[in-house]
C-alpha cells in the first residue's frame, strides 16, 4: 500500500525566499508524480506532473524534481510570493490509483 | 476553471435524506474520480471508473453509490448518510490508457454537511 508524506507540515516564509517542498512514498512503482496547490475550501489545481522516466519538470518559479528509486520529490518554488500561499499536495499515482500526502501548508508573508 | 464541473458546490442533508453529486467534464478524458477529504486527512480516493466501467472501490459504505452513465458525467448519490460523512467530495478526470494516466483536473468541490 502506497504511503506519502509530505514534510514540512507547514512552513511560513518571507515573500522572495525559495523554499523547498518535500515528498515521500514507499512503493516505487510508480507511471508518474504528479503536485496540485489547494487553496482553502476548493478544488485542487494541478501544477506539474512528472513522468516516471523523467527527473524533473518546470513551469515559470516552479520546478519539481523526482527520484523514483529512492521514493522521493521536491517541488522548488522560487522567489516565493504571497498568492503562493496554498496547500501543496504530492500525488504519485501507481495502476489506475492516485495516493495523495496530507500536504504542506505554506504562508508567504508580504 | 479546470474543466471539470461539480454541482452543487455546498450541500446540507438530514441523515434520512436522499441526494445526489454531479460531476461533469468536456475534456475527452475516460477516467473520472471521487474523492473525500475530510479535515487534516489526505485526500481518500473513493471511486475509480475507466471507459465508463468502475474499477477501483475502496471499501466505501453502500450508502454511497457512484453512477457513471457517459464519459462526461459521474455520479455519487447519497442515502442515510452521518455525520462523519461530511466532508469536502471531490470530483477529477484524467486520460487513461496503457497503465498509466496524464495530467489530473478537479472539480472545485462539493461542500457535504450531514445534520
Known amino acids: 500500500k502506497q504511503e506519502v508524506t509530505q514534510i514540512p507540515a507547514a512552513l511560513s516564509v518571507p515573500e522572495g525566499e525559495n523554499l523547498v517542498l518535500n515528498c515521500s512514498f514507499t512503493?516505487?512503482?510508480?507511471?508518474?508524480l504528479q503536485w496540485f496547490r489547494q487553496d482553502p475550501g476548493k478544488g485542487l489545481t494541478s501544477l506539474l506532473l512528472?513522468?516516471?522516466?523523467?527527473r524533473e519538470q518546470t513551469s515559470g518559479r516552479l520546478n519539481a524534481s523526482l527520484d523514483k528509486s529512492s521514493g522521493r520529490s521536491t517541488l522548488y518554488i522560487a522567489a516565493s510570493q504571497p498568492g503562493d500561499s496554498a496547500t501543496y499536495l504530492c500525488a504519485p499515482e501507481g495502476y489506475q490509483k492516485v495516493t495523495f500526502g496530507i500536504g504542506t501548508k505554506l504562508q508567504v508573508i508580504p | 476553471e479546470t474543466g471539470v464541473t461539480q454541482t452543487p458546490r455546498h450541500l446540507v442533508m438530514g441523515m434520512t435524506n436522499k441526494k445526489s453529486l454531479k460531476c461533469e467534464q468536456h475534456l475527452g478524458h475516460n477516467a473520472m474520480y471521487w474523492y473525500k477529504q475530510s479535515a487534516k486527512k489526505p485526500l481518500e480516493l473513493m471511486f475509480v471508473y475507466s471507459l465508463e466501467e468502475r474499477v477501483e472501490n475502496n471499501s466505501v459504505p453502500s450508502r454511497f453509490s457512484p453512477e457513471c452513465p457517459n464519459s462526461s458525467h459521474l455520479f455519487l448519490h447519497l442515502h442515510t448518510l452521518q455525520p462523519e460523512d461530511s466532508a469536502l467530495y471531490l470530483c477529477a478526470s484524467s486520460r487513461f490508457g496503457q497503465g498509466a494516466s496524464t495530467e489530473a483536473f478537479f472539480g472545485q468541490g462539493t461542500r457535504l454537511t450531514v445534520v
Open positions: 512528472i513522468q516516471s522516466s523523467q
Open positions: 512503493d516505487s512503482a510508480i507511471y508518474n
